[in-house]
Nanobody, 125 residues
Framework: VQLQASGGGLVQAGDSLRLSCAAS????????MGWFRQAPGKEREFVAA????????AYVDSVEGRFTISRDNAKNTVFLQMNDLKFEDTAVYYC???????????????????WGRGTLVTVSS
């Protein structure tokens, strides 16, 4: 399984970006997926998660109300819509998928098995 994240870039505070994570090699429609981020000098942080059919989502408090995770299982793709971006959102964003099937949302990075390479989001203040 390969996960390819895209959509990052350099934006100004208050702008929006939409990240995409396309899976290949296997259809992940039965797997929960999530987004994590890692800022320079900091540990990897949970951002958002979605269960296998999109009925359940979870967010870290700092992005609640600004970010929305969604998925299109027909396209084997997960999205992260990021609105009202802040300087502190600057990080490399990674998408990931769990191995468990038909589970709920997962917040711990140790629960994820498949990882993409990441896409850089830089927010200028």
């Amino acid at each position: 399984v390969q996960l390819q994240a895209s959509g990052g870039g350099l934006v100004q505070a208050g702008d929006s970006l939409r990240l995409s994570c396309a899976a290949s090699g296997r259809n992940l429609r039965k797997n929960g997926m999530g987004w994590f981020r890692q800022a320079p000098g900091k540990e990897r942080e949970f951002v958002a998660a979605i269960n296998y059919n999109g009925d359940s989502t979870a967010y870290v408090d700092s992005v609640e109300g600004r970010f929305t995770i969604s998925r299109d299982n027909a396209k084997n793709t997960v999205f992260l819509q990021m609105n009202d971006l802040k300087f502190e959102d600057t990080a490399v964003y990674y998408c990931a998928a769990v191995r468990d099937l038909y589970g709920d949302v997962y917040r711990e990075y140790r629960e994820y098995y498949y990882w993409g390479r990441g896409t850089l989001v830089t927010v200028s203040s």
